[in-house]
């Protein structure tokens, strides 16, 4: 093959050096950086608020938000007078790796001990893209139903750990928690399982408490 | 540029080509398409659920079932003893036309009123590809919040009806769907609202009756 033409084995390994370029400068500022991936509308943002509220005063915190349109997200994280920077991708449907070492540049980073990188809402396309990240986490919401993994399994083979948000409307929805649970281990045995719910404080705790292992102050 | 490399604009194009041709096709065969897309979890199968339920006897329903993996939505439609095509798209964030041309193949056009094609969860990839459809349909539900206009603005512009789902949860969830109807209007002015929950059946009856009208029986 003629060597100009580029071939997409190229074009993700580009991706996947920046990605590891962006790792080694996070690690240098001893930033701990969390990918999160979720549906629209599955509490990306509300689970990011929660732990700038929870952790105030505990550890340093910055945020990367991304978005196809729009700053809603990012106007909510800079009401709490956190360093933020807005990524609009106009139609694409995940963040890269050359996209978060821009936003890099623009954070203060010797002065953040947790970078929470809230990805596109999607629960496809982000799983294929390293950003550099220490840490991926997918949410997905009671409301979203309890067949996701079987028809979104990469996200849940991919990930780290798995916030199961919403839980207070599971009086209200047909879900079967204890099902999920074991399905969501059959495809990632070794994944760490939090169940939230942001309006009665439910689970945040233990959510709270894991964010501080990942980021021990030094 | 040498003519044997594909350019995007010609893969468009080519698929804007397949989807022309499954449009006469359809049209040819007395078929009126639907083409639903929403995020994961909004309720796409319940809605073509509700539609097969209320429109028994009534009018002829098909559908073509657009998911990453599983075939459990597939299996759901098959139950109602409704003609059914899954298309699995491996890692594939949104249906094509080539996958429809296909699809269409395989069910029995001559018996069809109404063609539902549920495409794969996602509020971004979708809305870039014509199948082939007359009439584009999204879907959003209560508990992905009110904010999604402002973030996913391409797919209300796109479609020409939006179902509201879901609205059994509104005492839940803080939802202001009065500024809902609003900014959604103001995207694209002419388009069809429903508001509609599966659950309490408010807001089917609306919803049956325009299917009926876009698919009259001859």
């Given amino acids: 093959m003629p060597k100009d033409i580029p071939v997409i084995e190229q074009i993700l390994s580009a991706n996947d050096q920046i990605a590891e370029q962006n790792r080694e400068r996070l690690a240098k500022n001893r930033v701990h950086t969390i990918n999160i991936m979720a549906a629209p509308g599955a509490g990306k943002t509300s689970l990011i608020l929660s732990a700038i509220r ?3 005063g505990i550890r340093r915190i910055g945020v990367i ?3 196809v349109a729009s700053d809603v997200d990012s106007v ?8 933020v920077v807005q990524i609009n991708t106009g139609g694409g449907c995940h963040l890269d790796a050359s996209q978060i070492r821009v936003a890099l540049d623009q954070l203060p980073l010797n002065e953040i001990d947790l970078l929470f990188i809230e990805n596109v809402g999607n629960l ?9 990240e220490q840490t991926r986490l997918a949410i997905t919401s009671i409301p979203e139903g309890d067949d996701k ?6 996200i849940f083979h ?3 750990a798995l916030v199961i948000s919403k839980i207070d409307l599971l009086p209200y929805i047909p879900f079967n928690i204890v099902e999920y649970r074991r399905l969501v281990r059959s495809i990632k045995p070794e994944i760490q399982l939090f169940e939230v719910s942001v309006v009665t404080g439910d689970g945040l705790a233990e959510w709270l408490e894991w964010l501080k292992t990942l980021s021990p102050r030094t």
Same sequence: chains 1, 2.
């Fill in 149 to 154: 993994p079987y028809k979104y399994p990469s």
């Fill in 76 to 83: 909510k994280i800079r009401q709490e007078g956190i360093p």
């Fill in 158 to 160: 991919e990930v780290d």
């Fill in 124 to 132: 496809i396309c982000p799983v294929g893209f390293d950003l550099g």
């Fill in 54 to 56: 929870g952790l105030r």
């Fill in 65 to 67: 938000e991304g978005d």
